[in-house]
């Protein structure tokens, strides 16, 4: 049991790049989340799904986009990358059932020069 | 979500109980406090929550005060370890797929 994984770890974009940062859970669980967190910041909520095919936004969605075609995977995109998306991103999954606490994995830390 | 409020940074003797205070006064009936923790940069992990009593598990206790404004989280023995950000957040039971972060508290636990 993996729990939530992101890859990858670390990244460097160049300004204007595009990439996707993955996430998987293997807890079956309906919703998932993803986070940034800037220095000496708690995280912010980007963009959040409740299941497949279903999502919305969060707190700072500009400059990203999110689908979910299977329960398991939540990607992130950035479409044109810019520096101030310079971060940590979490992902996060919870079981809809009871919904108490939330999985979060290990993070990518991304830098956009 | 109702906002917390919480001490930027706090220091514990290893062995000692670390209690850490949050000030929520606008939570709402229906909301839950949860604590989390996020050890150096690594991702958040779940502590405790409760809604108007006390809880315990194996990591920690919650004390919410009566009118539920405000709430301490008890970690009996602190260890190295339990050096971390810890955060204190008011959310409905099915609401933890949005999470509202405030900045934690730091604690560091010394030798």
């Known amino acids: 049991n993996a729990g939530v994984t992101q890859t990858p770890k670390f990244q460097v974009l160049k300004t204007g790049q595009s990439m996707t940062l993955q996430c998987a859970q293997d807890m079956n669980h309906e919703y998932m989340s993803w986070y940034r967190q800037d220095p000496g910041m708690g995280l912010r909520l980007i963009h959040y799904?409740?299941?497949?095919?279903?999502?919305d936004q969060g707190e700072v969605p500009n400059g990203y986009n999110v689908s979910r075609s299977t329960t398991e995977d939540f990607p992130l995109r950035l479409l044109s990358a810019a520096p101030s998306q310079t971060s940590v991103y979490f992902c996060?999954?919870?079981?809809?059932?009871?919904?108490?606490?939330?999985?979060f994995g290990q993070g990518t830390r991304l830098t956009v020069v | 979500d109702a906002k917390t409020t919480q001490p930027t940074s706090m220091d514990c003797a290893e062995g000692r109980a670390a209690n850490l205070p949050c000030n929520h006064s606008?939570?709402?009936?229906?909301?839950?406090v949860y604590w989390y923790r996020q050890i150096h940069s690594q991702g958040p992990q779940y502590i405790i929550h409760g809604l108007k009593n006390n809880e315990t598990n194996e990591m920690a206790s919650l004390i919410i005060t009566e009118d539920r404004k405000s709430s301490t989280l008890i970690l009996p023995h602190a260890t190295l370890r339990d050096t971390a950000v810890y955060y204190c957040?008011?959310?409905?039971?099915?609401?933890?797929?949005?999470?509202?972060f405030g900045k934690g508290t730091k604690l560091t636990v010394n030798p």
């Open positions: 606008t939570i709402s009936g229906n909301e839950y």
């Open positions: 996060a999954s919870t079981h809809r059932t009871g919904n108490t606490e939330a999985f």
């Open positions: 799904s409740v299941g497949a095919g279903i999502t």
């Open positions: 957040i008011v959310s409905t039971q099915g609401g933890s797929e949005k999470l509202v």
